[in-house]
């Protein structure tokens, strides 16, 4: 699509409450030194998709505008506009699907820099980031895989005590895929299911992970060895997902979409469309199931193995929760008291969101996202030789990579 490139725009977070909209063709014909063709349209005309961050603006003509927008001096905003559909989410990532061994994952990447990996949470896929990654990827290498069992990765067979979908197995699969894509260090962020993948990946690849953003709560061991009535009440789901004796999978299979129930005003239709995809498929739901599951056993034995050891996170930890979510009451109002057992070098940043801090405020989450990551960047390791002048091995893309 062609757009007319009119320098560095800011981003209104809402839509101006009164007025209309200038916008500009950049289809038209500017022969000549004329100044574009403009024409007014009223705001009833204006739709904002991803939350007030990207307008779709659209007349009589079918002129959409795909990009940014600015308030001018009379009160108006000027749109960069092209004819043609809305921008997608995940423009100019490649999408890929990567076997890394015992799973193959499907994932997102793009960007340049210092590579930085994005775990989704339950019961979400990849998809939770559209908002973030993009802007991410103006600054880094931006990696977003569905975790095994999630979205449309490979659903491993169950294995004694949940195993297969074991926090350990994931964050191996999670360094796999950051090889295979040329990628030896990297910071990792981490949102509910994803932030226990990520806590793995601290522990046991320390050498890899340069800076570890969690955004959903403690390690699963000490969030089981605090919990009491409160957290029974509020995370009730735990043992209900969790618990074999009457599978949950007999109940979310019967309507997915209703035991869901989306937030669709949060959401673009996209990202809603690949979740509901996803848990329709009652083999994911099986996996994510066993993921609460293995949680409750495996994970929680590897974490109070750590503990015993005295092992600790090297790398520099930012915790991130909404003010909306359960995380300050069932923490005394403190959600990074947890994780100081944890590591030496932890900050916390409350944000005016819910649980998921990517889709309802992700703003708020880049403004303190981009400085931490960027102060923990280092020096590009792609670029560096490994040990001895061995390249690891690498897992193999399979399919047609293309672009969406």
């Not at 043609?84 to 100019?92: A, E, L, Q, S, V």
């Not at 559209?130 to 991410?136: G, I, R």
């Not at 099986?286 to 015993?308: F, I």
């Not at 969101?353 to 889709?359: I, L, N, T």
Request: aromatic share 8%; charged share 25%; with cysteine.
């Amino acid at each position: 699509m062609s757009l007319l490139a009119l320098g560095s725009m800011l981003v209104p977070a809402f839509p101006p409450a009164r007025g209309q909209w200038l916008v500009r063709d950049p289809l038209a014909d500017h022969s000549g030194g004329t100044a574009p063709d403009s024409h007014r349209i009223p705001r009833s005309a204006v739709a904002f998709t991803d939350h007030g961050r990207t307008p779709t603006i659209r007349d009589k003509d079918g002129v959409y505008v795909t990009e940014c927008v600015r308030p001018c001096h009379h009160g108006l905003t000027f749109g960069v506009i092209g004819r043609g559909k809305p921008r997608r989410m995940f423009d100019d990532f490649a999408f890929d699907h990567i076997d890394v061994g015992p799973v193959t994952l499907r994932v997102r990447h793009g960007g340049s820099g210092p590579a930085v990996v994005l775990l989704h949470g339950h019961p979400h896929t990849h998809a939770t980031w559209h908002k973030v990654a993009p802007a991410l990827a103006e600054h880094f290498t931006v990696v977003c895989p569905d975790l095994r069992g999630y979205g449309r990765s490979t659903v491993p067979a169950d294995e004694p005590e949940h195993a297969q979908m074991s926090k350990r197995a994931m964050a191996d699969d999670v360094v796999a895929l950051m090889h295979a894509l040329g990628h030896h260090e990297f910071a990792v962020v981490g949102h509910d299911r994803g932030s226990y993948v990520a806590f793995r990946l601290t522990m046991d690849h320390p050498e890899s992970v340069r800076a570890f953003v969690n955004i959903g709560g403690p390690p699963i061991g000490e969030v089981l060895d605090r919990a009491g009535e409160t957290f029974a009440r509020l995370w009730w789901h735990w043992f209900f997902l969790g618990q074999t004796k009457n599978p949950a999978e007999r109940v979310i299979n019967q309507d997915p979409d209703a035991w869901y129930a989306d937030r669709s005003d949060r959401v673009a239709d996209e990202a809603l469309e690949d979740y509901r995809a996803a848990r329709r498929d009652p083999q994911t739901v099986h996996a994510m199931c066993e993921d609460y599951r293995a949680g409750l056993t495996v994970d929680r034995r590897d974490d109070a193995a750590d503990k015993a050891a005295g092992k600790k996170i090297a790398c520099p930890v930012l915790v991130v929760w909404g003010r909306h979510d359960d995380l300050p009451e069932l923490y005394d109002g403190d959600p990074v008291a947890p994780w100081r057992t944890w590591a030496t070098d932890v900050r916390g940043c409350e944000m005016d969101a819910g649980h998921s801090v990517q889709e309802d405020n992700p703003e708020a989450l880049l403004d303190v996202l981009v400085p931490f990551l960027m102060s923990h960047r280092g020096d590009p390791f792609p670029h560096a030789r490994p040990p001895d002048g061995e390249r690891p091995e690498r897992g193999e893309r399979v399919g047609e990579r293309r672009r969406v």
